[in-house]
T-cell receptor
Framework: GQSLEQPSEVTAVEGAIVQINCTYQ??????LSWYQQHDGGAPTFLSY????GLEETGRFSSFLSRSDSYGYLLLQELQMKDSASYFC??????????FGTGTRLLVSP | DGGITQSPKYLFRKEGQNVTLSCEQN?????MYWYRQDPGQGLRLIYY???????QKGDIAEGYSVSREKKESFPLTVTSAQKNPTAFYLC??????????????????FGEGSWLTVV
């Protein structure tokens, strides 16, 4: 089977740093992506890790450890507009992406 | 502008009816996908197509059917065999060379989604 587990909800205040974890168990694995989805909208791409280590894109960073089947998304200098759901997604085969359960991030003033 | 267009945005289905959701892309992408999202939950893969005239079942294909007669179009039919079809349906596409195992530009692009409700 395929599963990607994330915490259901995370809360933080503006300006803070938050980490969203993702543990995966898949039959094939080539890399881990992260997507953001605001309520009622379509998911949008944030980052992708094919190799172990940290990838940084502005306020967002993503980390992957293949040996631990684990990754995380780090959001810095949180803003109210970052309130959304965040999904990790595993590339399990050529052009096949399987999504995690999703984490709802609530940012308060 | 290039993008993915899904229609209709909202659709109501009566018991026993088949309904078809449209998905059109003008990004010249080879691969297209259909995902289902239930409220407060993640996305589950229904079907995907890597190339015209070819498609594969995803994790929850039962009760759904697709066709890929043109590169730009990947319609999804929700059949009467799908007993719990009420959900948010998302179509997506990715370009040739992306979503390969070591592609640094790994991403897929989503349409705005279609809400299907059984009445």
């Amino acid at each position: 089977g395929q599963s990607l587990e994330q915490p259901s909800e995370v809360t933080a205040v503006e300006g803070a740093i938050v980490q969203i974890n993702c543990t995966y168990q898949t039959s094939g694995f080539y890399g881990l992506s992260w997507y953001q989805q605001h309520d009622g909208g379509a998911p949008t791409f944030l980052s992708y890790n094919a190799l172990d280590g940290l990838e940084e894109t502005g306020r967002f960073s993503s980390f992957l450890s293949r040996s631990d089947s684990y990754g995380y998304l780090l959001l810095q200098e949180l803003q109210m507009k970052d309130s959304a759901s965040y999904f990790c997604a595993a590339l399990t085969g050529f052009q096949k992406l399987v999504f995690g359960t999703g984490t709802r991030l609530l940012v308060s003033p | 502008d290039g993008g993915i267009t899904q229609s209709p945005k909202y659709l109501f289905r009566k018991e026993g009816q088949n309904v078809t959701l449209s998905c059109e892309q003008n990004l010249n992408h080879d691969a297209m996908y259909w995902y289902r999202q239930d409220p407060g939950q993640g996305l589950r893969l229904i079907y995907y197509s890597q190339i015209v005239n070819d498609f594969q079942k995803g994790d929850i294909a039962e009760g759904y059917s697709v066709s890929r007669e043109k590169k730009e179009s990947f319609p999804l039919t929700v059949t009467s065999a799908q007993k719990n079809p009420t959900a948010f349906y998302l179509c997506a596409s990715s370009g040739s060379g992306t979503l390969g195992p070591f592609s640094s530009g790994n991403t897929i692009y989503f349409g705005e989604g279609s809400w299907l409700t059984v009445v």
